[in-house]
């Protein structure tokens, strides 16, 4: 069974720091791996997906990796900014199904 | 509208009573999802459908729980005697097709009494 674990489950930063958010999975058979935004009391904005056959995704600030053998990706936000604050949930697919299996998330808060 | 949509925003009944949840797709596509999501976890997968039927409903925790998606486009979630640890944000999302980006609505909280 896939299960999926984000590290750290929380992280309070000053305003331009550089971050590591960590999502591990014990099933490396990926499809794809997701990762999210939400802001509370709302539902999820997709930020990057990753084919399991890719390294690496990158959106603006925002550059996310796969090492699928290892199971783990990692997604990197430069230059944080206090707009960043939320919770990023990773997720990974499987072969044969479209569901997704998600991390427990990262709570950010990046403070002025 | 331009993005998934759940109605209502906030559900608020008593144990034992029975609740319908609403999605409206993104126009035009095929894939639609259901997930449940406890507080301080991340979102479990319930059902998922391609077209008008369930293609996967491993994820719906016991037969109280039932979805249905008559004509493809709008969903409904409906669950029977509900109890307390029914209580979650349930949310709802679409995508174009199988391998494509999920686009989440905002859920619905659903509060058990």
């Known amino acids: 069974k896939q299960e999926v674990t984000q590290i750290p489950a929380a992280l309070s930063v000053p305003e331009g720091e550089n971050l590591v958010l960590n999502c591990s999975f014990t099933?490396?058979?990926?499809?794809?791996l997701q990762w999210f935004r939400q802001d509370p009391g709302k539902g999820l904005t997709s930020l990057l997906l990753?084919?399991?056959?890719?390294r690496e995704q990158t959106s603006g600030r925002l550059n996310a990796s796969l090492d699928k053998s290892s199971g783990r990706s990692t997604l990197y936000i430069a230059a944080s900014q206090p707009g960043d604050s939320a919770t990023y949930l990773c997720?990974?697919?499987?072969?044969?199904?479209?569901?997704?299996?998600f991390g427990t998330g990262t709570r950010l808060q990046v403070f002025p | 509208g331009a993005g998934v949509s759940q109605t209502p925003s906030n559900k608020v009944t008593e144990k034992g009573k029975y609740v319908e949840l609403r999605c409206d797709p993104i126009?035009?596509?095929?894939?639609l999802y259901w997930y449940r999501q406890s507080l301080g976890q991340g979102p479990e997968f319930l059902i998922y459908?391609?077209?008008?039927?369930?293609?996967?409903d491993s994820g719906l925790p016991n037969d109280r729980f039932f979805a249905v998606r008559p004509e493809g486009s709008v969903s409904t979630l409906k669950i029977q005697r509900t109890e307390r640890g029914d209580s979650a944000v349930y949310l709802c999302?679409?995508?174009?097709?199988?391998?494509?980006?999920?686009?989440f609505g905002d859920g619905t909280r659903l509060s058990i009494l």
């Open positions: 999302a679409s995508s174009l097709g199988s391998n494509q980006p999920q686009h």
């Open positions: 099933d490396s058979a990926i499809y794809n």
């Open positions: 990753i084919q399991s056959s890719q």
């Open positions: 997720a990974v697919r499987g072969h044969n199904t479209d569901k997704l299996i």
């Open positions: 126009s035009g596509h095929t894939a």
């Open positions: 459908f391609q077209g008008t039927g369930a293609a996967d």
